[in-house]
């Protein structure tokens, strides 16, 4: 049975609705919700001793619950005779104070202020349907009565789906109709309801607001609200922030509606930010949905929380971490959700209960509703996030100093650029011991940790220059500081170097040294400049390193190399390296590029500055560690691979020696070996 219309036009006319309650008979028409859905927001803004009108009643129940909780001074008005007639038959005995009326809303018959309330369930919707001359004018007459039979004071309380145009001659009309307009979300109202045209009986819903316009005699200043989320009211500035905040609220509902209806296996995962009504500019929490194909033995659906400071892990920060762990947790669907820096978190019990309609609406079909959703973690504390410092730099923008609690509750402190969160900029392990001048043991930096599995496959590069370097002493750049942790641990493993650090943001320097335990003196120094420039400008004074390393990011994320920037790989550039580290020195370069055409052409470049280029692909990560010279003791590449492993094992015996490592072998030599290629 056709009962909504094929066409949006078919709205506004009295022959369908004749038509459609012909057809419906007595079953209530309850597209927008029905008095338990709608009772918070009707509550809010009408009360009993209210003179109320319902516009466009319908053979709605509407009227009848609020005149069986008490409101009993309602008068209902349709265009619709037809119903008209039906509706007085039903309530002549049960409600007799309650009036019916055939009237058209646009030309009503009632005297000025007549009514405190004007309720209106769906009729705005059914009369704009669209925006021609004809209904614009119709609906601003409807708009110019609503005012006339209003007291002052009174209200217009409208429930809508609020299409775009709708709510832009709403947030239009009435601030200049002297008016105080308020738009608020039903959050219970259209859930499992749907249309021939747009089923949704599958538990997906429909985005019903509500419009409350408030009449007033003078307002010299317009007033906007808007309520989304929960029972937080936020007052704004401008029409547009409503009409923003409504788009993004119908835009999200529309993804979750595409979730309940359907799997994304094969498809890209669909992230959403969540944010506490308090406060719009910072997510409190992101949601990665992903789906896979049903596999015997799977669960339909859960969400996996992720601890708090943990969400850079490449489990967790990467679709592909995140695809290994919906495979592991064995979920058809899972949503990973992720804890965002600058909020607090009580415990795991609370976030729970905060998410969990967030989590409900993002459920496919199959779990039933008022089905329990299983919460995922790792451990059962929510995670540890303390702010130790935060800062401006003039280049990179404000960042963040933080102390997180990983894995069997180690202590790890982060420097985090806000304008990329996503990416940890550098990292340090914490560890507990006397320092001079305290009885109790203190936090310090652990110089034996590296944050990242290349820094100590450029370690053993270094290594290897300092084994040829016949003068016995070995004088190293470093391209790039950050934290400083790859030059820290050079510095406390390799006693023969000395370092220079080059770094273009001063800022970071003074983080490397307050923070994260960078000690600069005879043997370490940092450099501030740009690295291109520190390269000319070394070249041209005859400068000599017996290892030159670039350990420098790309901030242009439009290119397929994240590591080093295009520019530091150009022709002059490579010369100038090749000047630097002369006949016997060696180039260590940290390369991450995904685009597999670039890597040809770096690998191409690299080749016309040196005679022998070997590398080394790190296992677990995207990092490719090229080593460059043109001293001839590393011709063959046998050459190469056993001065490589003698290297690794000194910096393996260093290690030790220095007390870095308890571990018997920090490089693999059996495996970094088989893996080096020319």
């Known amino acids: 049975m056709n009962l909504l219309p094929k066409s949006t036009a078919d709205f506004g ?7 459609f309650f012909r057809k419906r008979g007595k079953q209530a028409f309850e597209w927008y919700g029905e008095y338990p859905e709608l009772c918070t927001q009707l509550h809010q803004y009408i009360k009993p001793k209210d003179e109320i009108l319902v516009v466009g009643c319908g053979n709605s129940k509407l009227s009848m619950d609020l005149y069986d909780v008490g409101f009993k001074k309602i008068t209902n008005i349709d265009i619709s005779p037809v119903v008209i007639k039906q509706m007085q038959e039903a309530n002549r005995l049960n409600r007799p104070e309650m009036t019916w009326n055939q009237m058209d809303a ?32 119709m609906v601003r007459n409807y708009f110019a009565e609503i005012g006339r039979v209003l007291r002052p004071a009174g209200r217009y309380v409208c429930i809508s789906l609020l299409q775009e145009h709708i709510l832009r001659e709403v947030v239009s009309h009435f601030p200049a109709a002297h008016f105080m307009l308020r738009i608020v979300r039903c959050p219970e109202a259209g859930k499992g309801r749907g249309t021939e045209d747009a089923p949704n009986a599958d538990g997906s819903s429909l985005v019903v607001f509500a419009i409350v316009a408030t009449k007033l005699k003078n307002m010299p200043l317009r007033v906007l609200e808007v309520g989304l989320a929960g029972s937080h009211i936020e007052r704004v500035q401008r029409p547009e922030e409503i009409i923003a905040a409504v788009a993004a609220t119908q835009k999200a509902a ?26 719009k500019e910072r997510p409190r929490y992101t949601i990665h949905v992903l789906d896979q194909a049903p596999k015997r033995g799977n669960g339909k659906y859960a969400a996996f929380i992720v601890p708090q400071g943990r969400e850079t892990e490449w489990l967790f920060a990467t679709p592909a971490g995140r695809r290994k762990l919906q495979e592991s947790a064995k979920f058809d669907r899972l949503a990973i959700v992720t804890l965002h820096r600058g909020h607090l978190y009580t415990d795991l019990e609370a976030v729970k209960a905060e998410l969990a309609e967030s989590v409900k609406s993002l459920a496919p079909q199959q779990v039933l509703q008022g089905a329990s959703i299983p919460y995922l973690s790792i451990g059962a504390e929510v995670g540890r996030r303390e702010t130790i ?47 001079r001048g305290s009885r109790a043991p203190q936090k310090v930096i652990d110089a034996g940790y590296l944050a990242c599995q290349h820094h100590l496959f450029m370690t053993v590069g270094v290594q290897l220059a300092a084994n040829m370097d016949a003068t016995g002493s070995c004088p190293i750049a470093v391209v790039g500081l950050g934290g400083g942790g790859l030059c820290t641990f050079i510095r406390e493993c390799l006693k023969k170097t000395t370092i220079t650090a080059v770094e273009i943001d001063p800022e970071v320097e003074q983080i490397a040294v307050k923070y994260f335990g960078l000690t600069l003196d005879a043997r370490l120094r940092v450099v501030i400049a740009d690295g291109l420039q520190f390269l000319a400008d070394e070249a041209a004074r005859g400068a000599h390193y017996s290892a030159l390393l670039f350990d420098v990011d790309s901030k242009d994320a439009s290119v397929g190399m994240s590591c080093p920037p295009a520019a530091f790989l150009e022709r002059e550039v490579l010369a100038n ?36 280029v070997l590398s080394y692909q790190l296992e677990e990560d995207v990092n490719e560690i090229f080593y460059c010279t043109d001293n001839e003791r590393l011709k063959e590449v046998t050459n190469w691979q056993e001065l490589l492993r003698t290297a690794a094992d000194d910096v393996n015996k260093l290690a030790r020696k220095e007390k870095l490592t308890l571990e018997q072998e920090l490089v693999d030599l059996s495996d970094f070996i088989t893996a080096l290629k020319i």
């Open 13 to 19: 006319s009295t022959e369908y609705w004749n038509s």
């Open 389 to 435: 410092h935060t800062g401006r730099s003039e280049l990179s923008g404000e960042y963040v100093v933080e102390e997180i609690a990983g894995e069997n509750g180690r202590l790890f402190r982060r420097l985090v650029f806000l304008s990329n969160q996503a990416v940890v900029q550098s990292e340090a392990a914490l560890k507990m011991a006397r320092v």
């Open 577 to 612: 390296v090749r000047k630097l580290t002369g006949d016997c020195g060696l180039f260590v370069l940290n390369l991450v590029c995904r685009n597999e055409a670039l890597r040809e052409t770096t690998v191409e470049g690299l080749k016309r500055a040196y005679r022998y």
């Open 254 to 279: 529309m993804v979750c509606n595409g979730l309940a209806r359907g799997s994304i296996a094969g498809m890209a995962e669909v992230s959403l930010d969540l944010f506490s009504p308090s406060d």
């Open 106 to 137: 646009t030309a009503m018959t009632f005297p000025n202020e007549t009514f405190s309330v004007v309720l209106d369930k769906g009729t705005l919707d059914a009369l704009f349907t669209d925006e021609s001359t004809t209904v614009v004018t």
